[in-house]
């Protein structure tokens, strides 16, 4: 079983992603975090970011070392990676990575920006994970104050609609809901609130896959 869950910055996607994963024995990959890897490297190496060369050499290269830096999830790199998803070259290379991992035995679930649309258009269920950007803004500000990190909310906010601005706009695999992804607004939902719409809309979709499914054909459970 496959699960794809696209959805702007602090939308809950990945908490959402973490905890349907363990729920359904599936394996998670949080595609945002190869980008954010190789914005990482790039800033690492004090390379320009909009050096597509460089960028998508990064991304062809990507090590265990990248991929566990502590750095990943800091404002920085989130902002660099915003601007080196939009590189056509960047996705090509880690496009076959994601579509590998999501196909393994068994399935898994997989969270970004364009897993629906682009990497799995075929995910048994699909899901685009939503909240207002003062929403958004105001879990990054906790999340980073909760990490003893200081935290400018105004400033917060503005990165957030300017990287939201920067994945709606990008030439290639902008970010967008699958025209079959049931939309999930977690403005006003509670993790365990939004973990529990969110298993409802998986559980009614397999169960409709499983019923158009040919006799002969085996369950993807």
Do not use: W
Not at 118 to 142: G, H, Q, S
Not at 171 to 186: E, G, I, K, Q
Request: aromatic share 2%; charged share 30%; with cysteine.
């Amino acid at each position: 079983m496959i699960i794809a869950i696209d959805g702007p910055a602090s939308s809950g996607k990945g908490t959402l992603a973490r905890k349907l994963a363990l729920h359904y024995g599936l394996p998670h990959l949080d595609t945002g975090s190869l980008y954010r890897a190789v914005a990482r490297r790039l800033l690492k190496d004090g390379a320009d970011l909009h050096d597509t060369v460089m960028a998508e050499d990064a991304a062809r290269s990507l090590t265990e070392a990248d991929l566990s830096d502590p750095r990943l999830r800091d404002e920085e790199t989130g902002e660099a990676a915003s601007i080196v998803s939009a590189m056509p070259g960047v996705r090509a290379a880690l496009l076959e990575y994601q579509r590998t991992f999501a196909h393994q035995s068994g399935g898994a679930v997989l969270d970004g920006r364009d897993v629906g649309t682009v990497i799995c258009p075929e995910a048994d269920a699909k899901l685009f994970v939503t909240a207002a950007a003062a929403v958004r803004a105001k879990r990054r500000a906790d999340e980073l104050r909760a990490r003893g990190e200081t935290a400018d909310d105004r400033r917060i906010l503005e990165d957030i609609e300017a990287r939201d601005r920067r994945d709606a706009e990008r030439a290639v695999a902008p970010l967008r809901p699958a025209a079959d992804a049931h939309l999930l607004d977690t403005s006003n939902l509670s993790i365990e609130a939004a973990f529990e719409a969110a298993k409802a809309v998986i559980e009614s979709a397999v169960h409709q896959s499983a019923a158009e499914r040919p006799p002969d054909k085996p369950a993807g459970l």
